[in-house]
């Protein structure tokens, strides 16, 4: 299939306007908040100014957010670079694209320009994309990229980028030693720094972590007991659930302190990259718990076996979940399917109530569905964990029956 690239482009921002009255100033005008628009600057604890006015407050929440990171090598300037923030802007598709980073943002991307039909290169730092995760769900998802046709560079560091006759070229080294690959447009998906600069932070002398998030409390108040962060600026997690999330936490603590205060919790936290198929987590990976010496039995159920999967030729993946050793207590899953975002909300769920696999195993799901998975997830649990004493007891009861 041909694809109009700027049409595709076009959708996106026609997207965009769709979802931008969610955030928008006359919604949150709608509902009784005062909404100001303007560079502000906190000048005191209690004073904040927005162009010219003064603004006199008891309490201050600095949700600030973050941008992408743009690293400082050599010869950036001479190339035309993207950001996930300016991609979008984009309307003549690259026809060699190079994507530094493999993260999720990273891959995210490199396959979507691969789909579209650029030739992808990814470049890594790392030894594996979403290092993160764990290696069956980095490695499943290298796989993936690299027979859609991205060409991905692992164990390589970018050293510089060159102008040569009008054309753009990366030098990176890799375990093979150096190599330069010629593009026609770089994204750079290195992360994101928290915003921290240009509104009297210094002013106040606020703390900063390494990482640049503004350092605080369990209930998000920063050195000043009024002062308080949510979101990027806060971490540890740069994700849109979270920052709204602490939003809760940081505004009823601001509201009702010191009568009553509550710590932002941080227990059950899912996530996904959303690439296809997609890679999403909540709690421990198996990874974490190994560094951590914890206890824990494993159950690993492949998407290649579930109906509804065959069915929409979408049979790639597993379904893999952590238990505390001994029990069905849920410390963790990691899915990686096309619809594992959606189909992980069953453990978030089962992690934030208490619930383990028995229930989960117990719970009648709709045939044929992605989310059978879970449950099938939960029959592997129960076969491992079934009472061999008992079994042995009941068979030699039926064969004296049969007899």
Known sequence: AKVQFATVMERVQNIIQKIEPHDSTDRYTELGVDCIQGSAEIV????VKVGAREITTKNIVIATGARPLVPKIPGLELVP??????????????ERMVVLGGGPIGCE???????????????????RLISREDPDASSLLEEVLKREGVRVLTRHNALEFQKRSGKSVLVCEGPAGREEIEFDAVLLALGRRPNTQGFGLERLKLDLSPSGIIEHDAFLRTKYPNI?????VAGPYQFT????????????????????KFKA??????WCTFTDPEVARVGLNE???????????????????????IMDSEAEGFVKVLTKKGSDKILGATLVASHAGEMITEFVSA??????????LGTVHIYPTHSEANKYAAGLWKQKTKPEKLLSWVQKVHAWRRS
């Open 44 to 47: 005191s604890p209690f004073l």
């Open 81 to 94: 670079y993207y950001t996930s923030d300016t991609i979008w802007n984009l309307r003549e598709q690259p």
């Open 109 to 127: 991307l490199a396959q979507a320009f691969s789909r579209l039909g650029s030739r992808v290169t990814q470049v890594e730092r790392a030894d």
């Open 228 to 232: 308080f962060v949510c979101g990027d």
């Open 241 to 260: 659930h979270t920052a709204a999330h602490q939003a809760w936490y940081a505004s009823v603590n601001a509201l009702l302190a010191p009568l009553v």
């Open 265 to 270: 919790d941080y227990r059950v936290i899912p």
């Open 287 to 309: 990874t974490e718990a190994l560094a951590q010496k914890i206890d824990f039995d494993v159950v690993k159920y492949k998407i290649d076996d579930l109906d509804r999967a």
């Open 351 to 360: 992690m934030k109530q208490n619930v383990g696999l028995n229930k989960i």
